[in-house]
């Protein structure tokens, strides 16, 4: 097993990673916890859908003391590193593997209702008809009055393919000056950094028999829209926005 502290350097580099891919990343995190913040009462249980390491799970429940949360992630390596690194925070964050690609990936939840369903960075991972059925089930485990929170890539549009390309075009210049040169750079040093350690070894084996292609889709926002819709949320928009990158929120009734 992966020391503690072997872990809590990885994941701080993972940390330092994406916010190279996404700058504005920790006032995406803040936003989606001030909107929790207004909607929920004090003491509240979220899941988190492609937790990672737990990056948004563990600012969730520092911020909020009376929280718990599930963390949901198939990718063994990163719920080693978020287990050796936050452990269970006294009783409050569990970890979960299953698989948003597949149908039953529920069966595995401690409990089937949670006041908030949340995810950062990974949504773009699924198809459009696993993200279609993933609303759907996200809308099956909320309690009313529930809240889901998505923040992740969405281009504008489709009303406009040139404010979509001037807006894609912008983000990704944004980035560069934020030090992404080659976009893959950040991501294969980060697995580089990995892979030096001989015990995570197994574990990126066992991720690369889970994700054998790696593909990533573009639904524009008011595709996400569509499908929150036809999943039986009450209402969603997209409540925040950067460039390409936003937070959709949507609300049961
Ligand atoms: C870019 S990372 C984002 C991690 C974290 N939420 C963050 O904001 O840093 C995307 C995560 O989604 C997870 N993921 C992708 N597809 C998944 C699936 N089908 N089921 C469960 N997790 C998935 C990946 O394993 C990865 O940990």
Redesign the pocket.
Known sequence: MVTRRVARDIVRQ?EKM?TVYIPLREIRFSRMLDLLDEWLPPKFHAL??????G??SVRLLERFPGARCTA????PL?LALGRSCYGTMGGRLNWVD????RKD?PGGLPTRKFDAVI????FH??TPS?LERTYRRAGELLRRRGILLNGDRAPVGPSSRRLKKVSFDTYMNVKRSHGLRDPSQPWSTWWNEVLRVEELRPLVEERNRR?PRHSESDLPASAHLRYLKKAGFAEGEVVWRDLSDCIIAAITT
């Open positions: 993972w994406q988190d859908l492609g937790s990672g390491p990056s948004l949901v992630d198939c990718d990163q299953a698989d948003l690609r990936w995810s950062t960075t990974a991972w699924l696993q994700f």
